[in-house]
């Protein structure tokens, strides 16, 4: 939204002084809850800052404690400040033929990005979402279950994770990037089967 708003992609947006005046600024929905899907990092923002709320509890300490230890992540954290993530962290833009730079970005978000998490974290995550997958009430298991319009149309996609079939089968994912950063996750349970790539 930001730029839509005549912001460049490398401006710095805070969390504590931008994102308020986003929020600000949208005034409406753009279409009624349950009919259509769009995806809108505002939304994640704002149920983080709920969450916040109350819990009493950062969102990088409930990641930790609910997410990353549970599933044995020993090197994954909450960064939100992405001019500045942990050092030995670099992401780079280019190609072969022009060469490869580090990006530059500076936004600090956390809701829907922010995290920063090894190859090792990545494999530990997935088989940590097998395990629970079968569990009826995990997180995990909540959060897959196929989501449906208000009039019972099946939708590709539902809290934060896309719904879509690969070589006929079912598959959960979920994709994420910043200038310098991608990230593509698959999950197809009936085979056991996960892929990561960063």
């Known amino acids: 939204m930001t730029v839509l708003w005549g912001a460049k992609p490398d401006d710095p947006f805070s969390i504590a002084h931008d994102a308020p ?60 400040n992405t001019a500045g993530p942990p050092l030995p962290i670099i992401g780079y ?29 990545m494999i530990a995550y997935e088989s940590w979402l097998e395990t629970t997958y079968a569990e009826s009430g995990s ?10 319009y208000k009039d019972g149309t099946l939708a590709a996609y539902g809290n934060g994770l896309v719904r879509m079939k690969l070589a006929g089968k079912d598959t959960i994912g979920h994709s994420g990037g910043l200038r310098g950063f991608r990230l593509q996750r698959l999950h197809v349970p009936s085979e056991h089967l996960s892929v990561v790539v960063l």
């Open 93 to 121: 833009e280019g190609s072969e033929k022009t060469g490869y730079l580090p990006a530059i970005n500076r936004i600090e978000w956390s809701g829907d990005a922010g995290i920063v998490a090894t190859l090792e974290d």
């Open 21 to 80: 005046r986003a929020l600000e600024r949208t005034k409406s929905y753009h279409f009624e809850t349950g009919r259509e899907f769009s995806y809108s990092n505002v939304n994640f923002h704002i149920v983080a800052r709920a969450v916040e709320t109350v819990s009493g509890q950062s969102l990088g300490q409930l990641l930790a404690e609910r997410v990353f230890k549970p599933a044995g992540m020993k090197n994954a954290a909450l960064a939100p």
């Open 139 to 148: 997180l995990y298991n909540t959060i897959a279950e196929q989501q449906k």
